[in-house]
């Protein structure tokens, strides 16, 4: 049994935004790195299954792509106990159908039984990325995944997908599929110590990007988002303002 | 070109907000339904040129079953643009059909225009604390996943003319049984007049107690977001946001919430909304009526001293 998931190292702000001379991104001073918190639980959903129906020799395989300081996110994934990772070279922000076009070769050529994306990045918040990666492989796909119950040797899965409101679809899909894992689905596991010293020594095998064609979409200006009718700052010190919040919920509750 | 969107026999009210959307640009304003019986759903708002009726021999939503019918929809009317809901179903879709047929491609948008022939669509980075405008490849079809709210509904009054249009369906490999409703909760938050609302800032499990009684104190009912949900330390009938309940209460205080589009999707039209964040570029305080750069806990402090 083998398990792709694919894993991206998002960007978080801080307090303070400045943008790119050409006004194009972010400057990336001003961001943090993370892995994406629904690949973590991705991660986690795949090391699952394979201790709960593994046998000797089953692989968790986690790709990326991205310049190599996406290898600190891919890390955290072996730490967790990912067996392999593969990194994608390529180090320009790209839309998620580039993004698939990108990882499909890699995954082909690993053949697994299972292709877990998250439901999306918490940077791009495009969702997009793992049904159009499903498409490119000709893979079964289901959005937004909740439970899986796996019956390899019956090439099916039985999975909840999380509609609006909490309503769950349980749905029935061949196998192999992609599916896209929602946070809440399992706890992801902490990596001690000892092993984050261990995938630090780990090898992750870096190829060149396939042909991408033509970009889904390109950036022309990002900017600061207009505030609305804008909040009405409360000033001085917490005292100040929680009898002004006081004031506001017992004047609007009359 | 839009889809129209229904779960269980209803029609979304995301479908006008699509007719809107779509009369941002240029051309006929075309409204397909795919169902068993696509006649139920009236459609005819103000502002469609077309509707196109897909029978199905099925009731439910399955991806495959959408692709093809949109698939052979693109093929045969040719719109410049199509236009879905950023909602699961279309997430399941949307993005193959894109990446099948090499679309100019975005989801999440939130604004439309044109300009000269060009489409530029608006949509948000790095958790909703920046916007961009996007512009697509020239000459080919852009499909578009469209952020619910954003647009106004068209009014009902339309009058354009329905045809039918019978698709070939593969058999689905990703197959609907049936649903689960979510399970019903202790508390129904949606009726609650004065809402204390906790968010991942409250950092751990421990502090949940110490946020039930500030809540009783202040003659509020609790709610949180969703990682506190995931995270096992509140039930989910408590969660607020796209994938839990959409509250409308007098007043909405937001403590250590971020506002994430999701979580806004369910409380952003409540009377009165409060936000403490220590972040001042917190996309929550693009909605909130009252907001406040400060640590929940030195406030939350302060609310417990007020008798
Ligand atoms: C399909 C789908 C459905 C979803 N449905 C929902 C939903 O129904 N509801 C929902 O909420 N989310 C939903 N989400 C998740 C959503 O995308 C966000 O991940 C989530 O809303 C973030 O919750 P948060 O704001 O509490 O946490 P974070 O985004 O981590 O924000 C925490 C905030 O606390 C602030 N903070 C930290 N410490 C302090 C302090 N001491 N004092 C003051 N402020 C502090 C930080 O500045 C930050 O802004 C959904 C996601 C998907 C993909
Ligand atoms: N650069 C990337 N490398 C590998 N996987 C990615 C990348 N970007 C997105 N993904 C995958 O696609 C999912 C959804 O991301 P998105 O479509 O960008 O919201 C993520 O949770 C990852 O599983």
Redesign the interface.
């Known amino acids: 049994m083998k398990i792709v998931v694919c894993v991206k190292q998002v960007a978080v702000l801080g307090d303070e935004v400045e943008f790119t001379a050409d006004a194009r991104d972010v400057d990336p001073d001003f961001l943090d790195f993370a892995l994406n918190e629904w690949d973590s639980y991705a991660t986690e959903e795949a090391l699952h299954i394979r201790e709960d129906l593994g046998a000797e020799g089953d692989e968790v395989v986690v790709v990326s792509v991205g310049g190599a300081h996406v290898e600190d996110a891919m890390r955290r994934c072996l730490a967790m106990g990912a067996d392999r990772a593969i990194r994608v070279d390529h180090s320009r922000p790209a839309d998620p159908i580039t993004v698939a076009r990108l990882v499909a070769p890699v995954v082909q050529r690993e053949s697994p039984d299972l292709v877990f994306c998250g439901v999306q990045s918490s940077d791009g918040v495009q969702a997009a990325t793992g049904t159009a990666l499903a498409e490119l492989l000709d893979l079964p796909r289901v959005a937004v995944v909740t439970r899986i119950e796996w019956d390899p040797s019956a090439g099916r899965a039985t999975v909840r997908r999380e509609l609006e409101g909490g309503l769950l679809d349980v749905t029935e899909v061949d196998t192999p599929a992609l599916l896209t894992i929602q946070t809440g689905i399992n706890q992801p596991r902490y990596a001690n110590l000892r092993a984050i010293k261990q995938a630090e020594q780990k090898q992750i095998a870096v190829v060149s990007p396939a042909e991408q064609g033509e970009p889904a979409y390109r950036v022309r200006r990002m900017f600061a988002p207009p505030k609305g009718e804008g909040a009405q700052i409360l000033a001085g010190g917490p005292a100040d303002i929680a009898r002004r919040i006081r004031e506001i919920v017992e004047e609007r509750l009359k | 070109m839009i889809v129209a969107e229904h779960?269980r026999g209803e029609l979304r009210e995301l479908t006008r907000e699509l007719v809107t959307a779509a009369q941002q640009l240029s051309g006929p304003v075309t409204v397909a339904v795919i169902a068993r019986d696509p006649t139920v759903f009236d459609v005819s708002f103000q502002g469609v040129d077309e509707i196109v009726n897909v029978p199905l021999g099925q009731e439910?939503?399955e991806?495959?079953v959408y692709q093809t019918a949109l698939e052979a929809l693109i093929a045969d009317r040719q719109p410049h643009a199509v236009l879905l809901g950023?909602?699961?179903?279309s997430?399941?879709?949307?993005?193959?059909?894109?990446?099948?047929l090499?679309?100019?491609?975005?989801?999440?948008v939130h604004g439309l225009a044109l300009e000269g022939e060009t489409v530029?669509?608006t949509r948000?980075?790095?958790?909703?604390?920046?916007?961009?405008?996007?512009?697509?490849?020239a000459e080919?079809p852009v499909l578009l996943?469209v952020r619910p709210t954003a647009f106004a509904p068209a009014a009902d009054g339309g009058n354009a003319p329905a045809t039918e249009f019978a698709v070939e369906l593969p058999p689905a490999?990703?197959?609907?049984?049936?649903?689960?409703?979510?399970a019903m909760g202790d508390v129904d938050i949606t009726t609650a007049?004065?809402l204390l609302s906790v968010g991942r800032g409250i950092g751990d499990k421990e502090a949940i107690p110490r946020f039930e009684q500030l809540a009783d104190k202040?003659?509020a009912v609790l709610s949180v977001s969703?990682?506190l949900?995931?995270?096992?330390w509140m039930p989910?009938a408590r969660?607020v946001g796209?994938?839990?309940?959409?509250v409308k209460p007098?007043?909405y205080?937001a403590l250590g919430i971020s506002g994430?589009?999701q979580h806004l999707a369910g409380m952003k039209t409540s009377?009165?909304i409060?936000?403490?964040n220590?972040?001042?570029?917190a996309?929550i305080?693009?909605?909130?009526?009252?907001?406040?750069?400060?640590?929940l806990f030195?406030?939350a402090?302060?609310?417990e001293?007020?008798s």
């Open positions: 779960l439910e939503f991806n495959d950023f909602t699961v179903n997430m399941g879709y949307g993005p193959a059909v894109a990446a099948k090499a679309l100019g491609f975005a989801s999440d530029v669509a948000s980075f790095y958790g909703g604390k920046v916007d961009a405008e996007l512009e697509f490849p080919r996943l490999r990703a197959r609907h049984l049936e649903f689960e409703e979510a007049d004065f202040l003659g969703r990682p949900v995931d995270a096992g989910n969660q796209q994938s839990g309940k959409t007098k007043v205080l994430a589009v009377d009165t409060i936000a403490v220590t972040d001042p570029e996309a305080f693009n909605v909130a009526h009252f907001g406040a750069v400060a640590d030195d406030v402090a302060e609310l001293k007020l």
